[in-house]
Nanobody, 118 residues
């Protein structure tokens, strides 16, 4: 079983950047496909980005494509989400998650708040 802890959130002005980190323990991130999700107040949780188990395939929601970049450092057992050109509508709690072999996101972190001011 893997445990996940997100960090790196904060308050930033529109157009700014943040890098979120998701530190894993218990098992290595290379055992899982890893994803980032977000939930804004009053809204459903939504998919943001995913990196495959091999690390070779990345996918993004249309709303963040070209602005966000997911990566991982297996040696540090950490997954990152680089967020550039942030917009107020990116404001949300961001969660990282690990998917099991059935591609179900079974393991979740506690989330980190990102607030983008206009």
């Amino acid at each position: 079983q893997v445990q996940l802890v997100e960090s790196g959130g904060g308050l930033v002005q529109a157009g700014g950047s943040l890098r979120l980190s998701c530190a894993a323990s218990g098992r290595t991130v290379s055992n899982y496909a890893m994803g980032w999700f977000r939930q804004a107040p009053g809204k459903e949780r939504e998919f943001v980005s995913r990196i495959s188990r091999s690390g070779g395939i990345t996918t993004y929601a249309d709303s963040v494509k070209g602005r966000f970049s997911i990566s991982r450092d297996v040696a540090k057992n950490t997954v990152y989400l680089q967020m550039n050109s942030l917009k107020p509508e990116d404001t949300a709690v961001y969660y990282c998650a690990a998917a099991n072999v059935a591609a179900e996101y079974s393991y979740w972190g506690q989330g980190t708040q990102v607030t983008v001011s206009s």
